[in-house]
């Protein structure tokens, strides 16, 4: 069998050199004083070297703490901080931005190559930023591989609460079978049907735990390729298709309806008669929108409900999402599922309440600094992650609504409470409630209801500008209204379903 590649849109290497790479920078990382107690934070975008810096983080026994490069330094700061991360690698250009946060940490440096740079238009300056800082690239050639492994640790990823907090979430335990590669080798095998010729294509940001993991699991699957997009963009992602012969795809309902977007003509263009499998995770995907795609690209496509704390829980093919519009699917893997009432009762099928899961394949995890959430999520050995459903007599799940505030847009998740926190900081607003309301590219779009003090004219520019340099441009409001008073509970607290009602009526959906 041929050695399979590992490639982005600027580099290509088989995957023996990979996993020699990779060796060679667990050594690198544990001389460096890395390891268990010292996390690595990794910001980065998409390319070949940050799923070498995954793997060699994981054969280290290392924990990665992957952030997303989009953050600012307040947010990037606050993470490395709780994370206890004391080096961070990351792309050169990245750097000036979020130089106060890297304070006090040992910084390695990752060129970007020419690809990551014609997609985000980086300059030559800025893709040496900090020359003498020291190179991934330089640090790996100067170590020998490793010998005698360790067990491969999964990632540690930031999530949050009703608060707003960002919580990181720490695997404590891989399962009963002790190694998280098996983990993903059931991944890939069980729920993605990778096999040897395989090839495995995201432009999803590897930052996010979804693509993070399916990328994983096509690394550690045998004879399987992995090709990276350094970034989305609809045609030259079906462009790579054909010419790739791409068989197993992850996307995001905001891709599919972007691509969807296109005219016939160019939708026409590309033979996409190699795809075997396409799962969508993250965002919940419309039904429209699901049998739009399916009738462009056949039943190739599968829908998978998960969470960072619990992992992938439930699967639906196309042909069962068509007989039963709105299901999230079937638990897998030995996923346990219980629907409960607010008093933790089991409920029967059909009836709605909260979701509980229970996934022992992925093991069991903490919330770092927060172990009372970790406590308060949990009801008869299942964790709950905020969100309202039921099942149905033939054990499909079906999401109805979120318990939390949480909006997720483009797939990304975004609190509102984080949001409402900045923004009342500022002098002019006396009061602000955030929330999701449709959008029909991203899902949800955030927007802010902002009650003013009586000496300002309102301005939803002047809004948006105090956030500059506060929060991510992702987390900024697309939509800014006002009013006089908010509406209130008789506790004080805003009652934010009928701010959000409106925009709500008529999309025939709740999340």
């Known amino acids: 069998m041929s050695d399979p590649f590992v490639a982005d849109f600027d580099q290509e290497m088989h995957r023996s050199l990979l996993e020699e790479r990779a060796s060679k920078g667990a050594i690198a990382l544990t001389a460096l004083g890395a390891g268990v107690d010292v996390p690595v934070a990794v910001i980065m975008r998409n390319d070949v070297t940050q799923l070498e810096v995954m793997r060699a983080a994981a054969l280290a026994g290392t924990v990665i703490v992957a952030l997303n490069w989009h953050g600012e330094v307040d947010e990037v700061a606050a993470i490395c901080d709780d994370s206890g991360a004391q080096f961070v690698i990351i792309h050169r250009d990245l750097i000036d931005a979020l130089r106060p946060a890297l304070q006090g940490r040992q910084v390695i440096g990752v060129t970007p190559g020419a690809a990551l740079c014609a997609a985000y238009e980086i300059g030559a300056e800025a893709a040496q930023t900090d020359p003498n800082c020291v190179e991934w690239r330089t640090l790996v050639d100067a170590h020998p591989p490793l010998e005698n492994r360790e067990m491969m640790r999964p990632l540690m990823r930031y999530t949050s609460g009703s608060t707003g907090a960002p919580k990181g979430v720490r695997r404590t335990g891989t399962g009963p079978r002790k190694n998280f590669e098996d983990v993903l080798r059931r991944i890939g095998t069980e729920m993605m049907g990778l096999k040897p010729g395989s090839r495995f294509f995201t432009a999803a940001p590897i930052y996010h735990s979804a693509p993070s993991t399916l990328s994983s699991a096509a690394l550690v699957s045998e004879g399987t390729s992995v090709l990276i997009a350094p970034k989305f963009e609809p045609e030259s992602f079906l462009a790579t298709i054909e010419a790739r012969k791409i068989t197993h795809i992850y996307l995001v309902p905001t891709m599919m309806s972007r691509m969807l977007k296109l005219s016939d003509a160019v939708k026409s263009r590309y ?16 039904h429209d929108l699901k049998v739009a795609m399916i ?8 829908e998978s409900y998960g969470a960072t704390e619990i992992g992938f829980m439930t699967m639906v093919s196309s042909q069962d999402a068509l007989a039963k519009p709105g299901t999230a699917g079937k638990a897998q893997m030995g996923c346990s599922i219980l629907i409960l009432d607010e008093d933790g009762n089991k409920l029967p099928a059909g009836e709605t309440g909260e979701i509980h899961a229970r996934m022992d394949a992925f093991g069991g995890f903490d919330y770092s600094n927060d172990p009372e959430s970790r406590k308060a999520a949990e009801k008869h050995g299942h964790i709950s992650v905020g969100d309202l459903g039921w099942l149905d007599d033939d054990g499909f799940l079906f999401i109805t609504d979120r318990k939390k505030d949480m909006i997720i847009s483009g797939g990304a998740n975004i609190f509102p409470a984080e949001i409402e926190a900045v923004l ?18 991203f899902g949800e779009q955030i927007v802010a209801a902002v009650e003013p003090f009586e000496d300002w004219s309102p301005d939803s520019g002047e809004v948006l500008a105090f956030l500059e340099g506060k929060l991510a441009r992702f987390k900024h409001p697309r939509i800014v209204d006002f009013h006089d008073t908010l509406p209130r509970e008789d506790s004080g607290k805003i009652f934010k379903p009928r701010l959000r009602a409106p925009y709500w009526e008529g999309a025939g959906r709740k999340i």
């Open 271 to 286: 033979d996409l008669s190699s795809v075997e499998f396409c799962v969508s995770t993250g965002s919940p995907w419309p």
């Open 424 to 441: 009342m900081r500022a002098p002019f607003i006396r009061d602000v409630a955030v929330f999701g309301a449709p959008h029909p590219e």
């Open 295 to 302: 009738d462009w690209w056949g039943p190739v496509f599968w």
